[in-house]
């Protein structure tokens, strides 16, 4: 008996999915039986959630997204309407590559936008900002933002989504205007200063 997640009437949910407290469960999702995911979570419309993934908390993942084999996303990750995952790298229809899935992990905080492609294998950093129609195919430092196809790093990103006004390399800090908080960029990694 479900009581601690909500579950609209069209949504599947396999028995033996693991799902967290106060969670949404939209119109036309399926949810597989294998799939282990934490509290506070909203899956649109039509959204596919396979065995193989692990979704933190609070992650929000819009309409039209598949979430397949070998994904992980950690805590505060928001996935924009109908971007994409992949698990594998050279598919072939009539070659058989299941258990050449290369494992996609995409850190606490990441916002991947609508319509960007996650090409398998790859880290999305802390706090990354991938742009609406991006595809990512190398590891993305934390609070790095990546635009185009390929795509190719523009600037960094605040906690809070703000762009910062850092270099791409070498020293410097700055502040997010919208809450204050102070960044630095050191050696090529920027990073929220305490």
Not at 117 to 126: A, D, L, Q, S
Not at 182 to 193: I, N
């Amino acid at each position: 008996m479900r009581t601690n997640y909500t579950v609209h009437p069209t949504a599947i949910v396999d028995a033996g999915a693991q799902i967290g407290e106060g969670s949404y469960i939209w119109h036309w999702v399926h949810i597989s039986a294998g799939a282990r995911i934490g509290r506070a979570c909203s899956f649109g419309q039509n959204v596919f959630i396979g065995n193989d993934v692990l979704i933190g908390d609070n992650v929000k993942v819009q309409n039209n997204v598949s979430v397949y084999d070998a994904v992980t996303l950690e805590d505060d990750v928001f996935c924009g309407p109908s971007m994409v995952f992949t698990n594998v790298y050279n598919p072939r229809s009539a070659v058989t590559r299941k258990d050449e899935y290369r494992r996609t992990l995409i850190r606490r905080g990441a916002t991947l936008g609508a319509n960007s492609t996650i090409v398998c294998g790859v880290t999305i950093g802390e706090y990354a900002f991938v742009g609406a129609g991006a595809v990512v195919v190398h590891d993305v430092p934390d609070y790095a933002l990546m635009v185009g196809v390929p795509a190719h790093h523009i600037g960094w990103m605040s906690q809070h989504g703000e762009r910062l006004n850092l270099p791409l390399s070498g020293n410097a800090e700055a502040v997010c205007e919208q809450t204050g908080a102070s960044y630095e960029l050191r050696d090529g990694r920027c990073r929220l200063m305490v």
